[in-house]
Protein backbone atom coordinates (compact mmCIF):
# COMPACT_ATOMS: atom_id res chain seq x y z
CA UNK A 1 0.00 0.00 0.00
CA UNK A 2 2.65 2.67 0.94
CA UNK A 3 5.31 1.74 -1.89
CA UNK A 4 2.01 1.50 -4.17
CA UNK A 5 0.31 5.20 -2.71
CA UNK A 6 3.97 6.52 -3.06
CA UNK A 7 4.65 5.51 -6.58
CA UNK A 8 1.36 5.93 -8.49
CA UNK A 9 0.14 8.37 -6.24
CA UNK A 10 3.23 10.83 -6.76
CA UNK A 11 2.83 9.89 -10.76
CA UNK A 12 -0.79 10.87 -10.26
CA UNK A 13 0.02 13.79 -8.56
CA UNK A 14 1.92 15.22 -11.59
CA UNK A 15 -0.41 13.66 -14.00
CA UNK A 16 -3.49 14.93 -12.35
CA UNK A 17 -2.45 18.56 -13.57
CA UNK A 18 -0.35 17.95 -16.71
CA UNK A 19 -2.95 18.96 -18.97
CA UNK A 20 -3.08 22.48 -17.34
CA UNK A 21 -1.91 25.01 -19.74
CA UNK A 22 1.15 26.21 -16.85
CA UNK A 23 1.40 22.27 -15.57
CA UNK A 24 3.48 22.82 -12.15
CA UNK A 25 2.56 19.32 -10.53
CA UNK A 26 -0.14 21.28 -7.86
CA UNK A 27 -3.02 19.55 -7.10
CA UNK A 28 -5.80 22.18 -7.15
CA UNK A 29 -8.59 22.72 -4.22
CA UNK A 30 -10.76 20.89 -6.03
CA UNK A 31 -9.18 17.90 -6.39
CA UNK A 32 -7.03 17.97 -2.95
CA UNK A 33 -10.69 18.04 -1.53
CA UNK A 34 -11.42 14.98 -3.22
CA UNK A 35 -7.88 13.06 -2.25
CA UNK A 36 -8.28 14.22 1.59
CA UNK A 37 -12.36 12.83 1.31
CA UNK A 38 -11.32 10.06 -0.05
CA UNK A 39 -8.60 8.83 2.56
CA UNK A 40 -11.22 9.26 5.22
CA UNK A 41 -13.76 7.41 3.38
CA UNK A 42 -11.06 4.63 3.24
CA UNK A 43 -9.99 5.07 6.53
CA UNK A 44 -13.66 4.67 7.64
CA UNK A 45 -14.29 1.56 5.31
CA UNK A 46 -11.39 -0.21 7.06
CA UNK A 47 -12.51 0.56 10.52
CA UNK A 48 -15.43 -0.72 9.69
CA UNK A 49 -14.12 -4.19 8.75
CA UNK A 50 -11.95 -4.53 11.63
CA UNK A 51 -14.88 -3.78 13.84
CA UNK A 52 -16.30 -6.84 11.90
CA UNK A 53 -13.73 -9.31 12.26
CA UNK A 54 -11.64 -8.21 14.91
CA UNK A 55 -12.16 -9.45 18.80
CA UNK A 56 -8.85 -7.74 20.75
CA UNK A 57 -10.11 -4.52 22.90
CA UNK A 58 -7.71 -2.27 21.70
CA UNK A 59 -7.78 -2.74 18.05
CA UNK A 60 -11.52 -2.41 18.58
CA UNK A 61 -10.99 0.97 20.01
CA UNK A 62 -8.68 1.93 17.40
CA UNK A 63 -10.85 0.87 14.73
CA UNK A 64 -13.77 2.86 16.56
CA UNK A 65 -11.24 5.97 16.68
CA UNK A 66 -10.31 6.07 12.81
CA UNK A 67 -14.42 5.64 11.79
CA UNK A 68 -15.56 8.25 14.61
CA UNK A 69 -12.83 10.75 13.89
CA UNK A 70 -12.33 10.30 10.16
CA UNK A 71 -16.47 10.81 9.94
CA UNK A 72 -15.96 13.81 11.44
CA UNK A 73 -13.49 15.57 9.46
CA UNK A 74 -14.98 14.64 6.52
CA UNK A 75 -18.68 15.96 7.46
CA UNK A 76 -16.57 19.81 7.98
CA UNK A 77 -14.94 18.93 5.01
CA UNK A 78 -18.16 18.20 2.89
CA UNK A 79 -19.75 21.24 4.77
CA UNK A 80 -16.77 23.40 3.76
CA UNK A 81 -16.93 22.14 -0.31
CA UNK A 82 -20.51 23.35 -0.60
CA UNK A 83 -20.25 26.59 1.47
CA UNK A 84 -17.05 27.32 -0.72
CA UNK A 85 -19.17 26.17 -4.05
CA UNK A 86 -16.17 23.30 -4.90
CA UNK A 87 -17.14 20.03 -6.13
CA UNK A 88 -14.39 17.58 -5.43
CA UNK A 89 -13.09 16.75 -8.72
CA UNK A 90 -11.83 12.78 -8.96
CA UNK A 91 -8.21 12.15 -9.92
CA UNK A 92 -5.53 9.65 -10.51
CA UNK A 93 -4.53 10.01 -6.92
CA UNK A 94 -7.57 9.41 -5.32
CA UNK A 95 -8.48 6.57 -7.90
CA UNK A 96 -5.13 5.21 -6.94
CA UNK A 97 -5.93 5.45 -3.42
CA UNK A 98 -9.22 3.83 -3.76
CA UNK A 99 -7.96 1.08 -5.61
CA UNK A 100 -5.20 0.29 -3.49
CA UNK A 101 -7.24 -0.01 -0.12
CA UNK A 102 -9.63 -2.02 -2.23
CA UNK A 103 -7.13 -4.56 -3.06
CA UNK A 104 -5.61 -4.37 0.87
CA UNK A 105 -9.56 -4.95 1.92
CA UNK A 106 -9.97 -7.78 -0.01
CA UNK A 107 -6.45 -9.34 1.38
CA UNK A 108 -7.73 -8.59 4.47
CA UNK A 109 -11.07 -9.79 4.63
CA UNK A 110 -9.36 -13.64 3.97
CA UNK A 111 -7.51 -13.18 7.43
CA UNK A 112 -8.81 -13.79 11.18
CA UNK A 113 -7.95 -13.73 14.49
CA UNK A 114 -4.40 -11.94 15.32
CA UNK A 115 -3.26 -12.51 12.11
CA UNK A 116 -6.24 -9.86 10.87
CA UNK A 117 -5.33 -7.72 13.90
CA UNK A 118 -1.54 -7.20 12.77
CA UNK A 119 -1.73 -6.81 9.14
CA UNK A 120 -4.75 -4.60 10.10
CA UNK A 121 -2.52 -2.30 12.23
CA UNK A 122 0.55 -2.76 9.89
CA UNK A 123 -1.74 -1.24 7.03
CA UNK A 124 -3.17 1.50 9.43
CA UNK A 125 0.68 2.83 10.01
CA UNK A 126 1.78 2.63 6.82
CA UNK A 127 -1.77 4.02 5.46
CA UNK A 128 -1.35 7.18 8.28
CA UNK A 129 2.14 7.60 7.07
CA UNK A 130 1.86 7.55 3.67
CA UNK A 131 -1.36 10.46 4.00
CA UNK A 132 0.06 12.48 6.54
CA UNK A 133 3.35 12.55 4.19
CA UNK A 134 1.15 13.70 1.10
CA UNK A 135 -0.68 16.09 4.19
CA UNK A 136 2.00 17.52 4.63
CA UNK A 137 4.44 17.74 1.55
CA UNK A 138 2.05 18.75 -1.41
CA UNK A 139 -1.88 19.05 -0.13
CA UNK A 140 -1.75 21.58 2.62
CA UNK A 141 1.86 23.60 0.66
CA UNK A 142 -0.69 23.06 -2.30
CA UNK A 143 -4.30 24.15 -1.07
CA UNK A 144 -4.83 28.23 -2.10
CA UNK A 145 -7.97 28.11 -0.23
CA UNK A 146 -7.69 29.58 3.29
CA UNK A 147 -10.32 27.28 5.19
CA UNK A 148 -9.28 24.11 3.11
CA UNK A 149 -5.70 24.80 4.25
CA UNK A 150 -7.15 24.86 7.84
CA UNK A 151 -9.05 22.03 7.92
CA UNK A 152 -6.43 19.86 6.66
CA UNK A 153 -3.67 21.27 8.79
CA UNK A 154 -6.57 19.89 11.69
CA UNK A 155 -6.53 16.92 9.57
CA UNK A 156 -2.71 16.52 9.82
CA UNK A 157 -2.64 16.75 13.69
CA UNK A 158 -5.19 14.06 13.82
CA UNK A 159 -3.85 11.54 11.82
CA UNK A 160 -0.58 12.30 13.46
CA UNK A 161 -1.79 10.89 16.79
CA UNK A 162 -3.53 8.34 14.71
CA UNK A 163 0.05 7.35 13.29
CA UNK A 164 1.34 7.46 16.63
CA UNK A 165 -1.45 5.05 17.56
CA UNK A 166 -1.10 2.53 15.22
CA UNK A 167 2.53 2.38 15.99
CA UNK A 168 2.11 1.92 19.59
CA UNK A 169 -0.19 -0.49 18.69
CA UNK A 170 1.69 -2.76 16.13
CA UNK A 171 4.68 -2.58 18.24
CA UNK A 172 2.22 -4.47 21.63
CA UNK A 173 1.30 -6.74 18.84
CA UNK A 174 4.40 -8.41 17.84
CA UNK B 1 -43.26 44.53 37.72
CA UNK B 2 -45.35 42.96 40.88
CA UNK B 3 -44.55 43.68 44.30
CA UNK B 4 -43.76 39.79 44.81
CA UNK B 5 -41.80 39.91 41.81
CA UNK B 6 -39.43 42.69 42.99
CA UNK B 7 -39.29 40.66 46.22
CA UNK B 8 -37.94 37.69 45.00
CA UNK B 9 -35.66 39.72 42.54
CA UNK B 10 -34.19 41.85 45.29
CA UNK B 11 -33.66 38.58 47.08
CA UNK B 12 -31.69 36.99 44.28
CA UNK B 13 -29.70 39.93 44.22
CA UNK B 14 -28.80 39.74 47.80
CA UNK B 15 -28.59 36.22 48.02
CA UNK B 16 -26.32 35.69 44.65
CA UNK B 17 -22.95 37.59 46.15
CA UNK B 18 -23.54 35.66 49.43
CA UNK B 19 -23.22 32.13 47.33
CA UNK B 20 -20.47 33.36 44.57
CA UNK B 21 -18.45 34.25 47.24
CA UNK B 22 -18.83 30.62 48.78
CA UNK B 23 -17.70 29.05 45.60
CA UNK B 24 -14.97 30.98 44.98
CA UNK B 25 -12.94 29.14 48.05
CA UNK B 26 -12.94 26.46 44.92
CA UNK B 27 -11.22 28.19 41.91
CA UNK B 28 -11.84 26.90 38.60
CA UNK B 29 -9.26 26.35 36.14
CA UNK B 30 -9.60 26.65 32.44
CA UNK B 31 -7.65 24.19 30.02
CA UNK B 32 -8.66 24.32 25.99
CA UNK B 33 -8.13 21.25 24.25
CA UNK B 34 -6.81 21.85 20.28
CA UNK B 35 -5.20 20.84 17.65
CA UNK B 36 -5.30 17.55 19.54
CA UNK B 37 -3.60 18.48 22.61
CA UNK B 38 -3.74 19.78 25.72
CA UNK B 39 -3.44 23.39 26.64
CA UNK B 40 -1.20 24.69 29.63
CA UNK B 41 -2.34 24.08 33.29
CA UNK B 42 -2.65 25.97 36.03
CA UNK B 43 0.23 25.67 38.67
CA UNK B 44 -2.00 26.94 41.34
CA UNK B 45 -4.08 24.16 41.34
CA UNK B 46 -5.53 23.00 44.88
CA UNK B 47 -7.73 19.81 46.37
CA UNK B 48 -11.27 21.11 45.91
CA UNK B 49 -10.79 23.04 42.81
CA UNK B 50 -12.64 22.82 39.83
CA UNK B 51 -11.17 21.86 36.35
CA UNK B 52 -12.85 22.98 32.91
CA UNK B 53 -11.96 21.10 30.05
CA UNK B 54 -12.93 23.18 26.94
CA UNK B 55 -13.08 21.14 23.63
CA UNK B 56 -12.29 23.56 20.79
CA UNK B 57 -11.50 20.28 18.41
CA UNK B 58 -14.31 19.02 15.78
CA UNK B 59 -13.40 15.45 18.02
CA UNK B 60 -14.99 13.59 20.63
CA UNK B 61 -12.72 13.80 23.41
CA UNK B 62 -11.86 13.02 27.26
CA UNK B 63 -10.05 14.06 29.99
CA UNK B 64 -9.00 11.00 32.07
CA UNK B 65 -7.17 10.06 35.37
CA UNK B 66 -4.59 7.73 34.78
CA UNK B 67 -5.43 6.83 38.37
CA UNK B 68 -9.25 7.06 37.81
CA UNK B 69 -9.85 10.12 40.29
CA UNK B 70 -11.65 11.78 37.18
CA UNK B 71 -13.35 11.00 34.17
CA UNK B 72 -15.46 13.27 31.45
CA UNK B 73 -16.36 13.05 27.90
CA UNK B 74 -16.09 16.19 25.66
CA UNK B 75 -18.02 15.91 22.79
CA UNK B 76 -16.74 17.85 20.30
CA UNK B 77 -16.89 21.90 20.78
CA UNK B 78 -18.09 21.16 24.43
CA UNK B 79 -16.61 21.72 27.78
CA UNK B 80 -17.03 19.66 30.90
CA UNK B 81 -15.81 19.94 34.24
CA UNK B 82 -13.79 17.89 36.75
CA UNK B 83 -13.31 18.41 40.25
CA UNK B 84 -9.90 17.59 42.01
CA UNK B 85 -9.81 15.11 45.25
CA UNK B 86 -6.57 14.52 45.93
CA UNK B 87 -2.77 16.14 45.66
CA UNK B 88 0.44 15.12 44.06
CA UNK B 89 0.76 14.48 40.32
CA UNK B 90 -2.17 13.26 38.28
CA UNK B 91 -1.18 12.37 34.89
CA UNK B 92 -3.79 12.10 32.49
CA UNK B 93 -4.86 10.97 29.26
CA UNK B 94 -7.44 10.93 26.31
CA UNK B 95 -9.07 7.85 26.37
CA UNK B 96 -9.71 8.23 22.68
CA UNK B 97 -6.82 9.53 21.70
CA UNK B 98 -3.92 8.01 24.26
CA UNK B 99 -1.50 10.13 22.39
CA UNK B 100 -2.54 13.44 24.24
CA UNK B 101 -1.63 13.29 27.50
CA UNK B 102 -0.95 15.39 30.34
CA UNK B 103 -0.20 16.31 34.06
CA UNK B 104 -1.37 18.18 36.59
CA UNK B 105 0.17 19.00 40.57
CA UNK B 106 -1.74 19.34 42.75
CA UNK B 107 -0.95 21.04 45.91
CA UNK B 108 -2.84 20.84 49.15
Known amino acids: ?174 | MSAGRFAALALTVAVAPLSSGVAAAARLHRVVIDHMKFGPLSANVRVGDAILWINHDMFQHSATARDGSFDVDLAPGKSGKTIVRKTGAIAFACKYHPGMTGVIKVAP
Open chain 1, 1 to 174: MLRLFAAVGAAALLAASAPAPAADAKPNDAQIAHIAYTAGTLDIAAGKQALAKSHDKAVRDFASEMVRDHAAVNDKALALVKKLGVTPEPNPTSTALTTAADKKRDALAKLSGGAFDKAYIANEVAYHRTVNGALRDTLIPSAQNAELKSLLRTGLSLFTEHQAHAEHLAAKLK
